[in-house]
């Protein structure tokens, strides 16, 4: 069964914006720690940024000023609000529960061209 479902993914153009949405179930969202990671072809997954269930951030270095994390608990859904895009930034974005070895959504395609 899926329990991270994500949306908001697409294609935008450098300098644009995008958000990424993650919605979880109840006993997972109020468990782990929610987070965005990202791939890029032929590259190691890595991490963008995470939340902890006390609100606690960390983003990498990349998109720090750029991208902003939130969680709704009331929604037990996880956002992830992209702004001043760069074709850096095209990946698959995985919403994550638990870290690394925790739980994964299937993947949004973002792209970021002209």
């Known amino acids: 069964q899926v329990q991270l479902v994500e949306s908001g993914g697409g294609l935008v153009q450098p300098g644009g914006s995008l958000r990424l949405s993650c919605a979880a179930s109840g006993s997972i969202f109020s468990t782990y720690v929610m987070g965005w990671y990202r791939q890029a072809p032929g590259k190691q997954r890595e991490l963008v940024a995470d939340?902890?269930?006390?609100?606690?951030?960390t983003y990498a270095d990349s998109v720090k000023g750029r991208f902003t994390i939130s969680r709704d608990n009331a929604k037990n859904t996880v956002y992830l609000q992209m702004n001043s895009l760069k074709p850096e930034d095209t990946a698959v974005y995985f919403c994550?529960?638990?870290?690394?070895?925790?739980?994964w959504g299937q993947g949004a395609q973002v792209t970021v061209s002209s």
């Open positions: 994550n529960a638990g870290r690394q070895t925790g739980l």
């Open positions: 939340i902890t269930r006390g609100g606690t951030i």
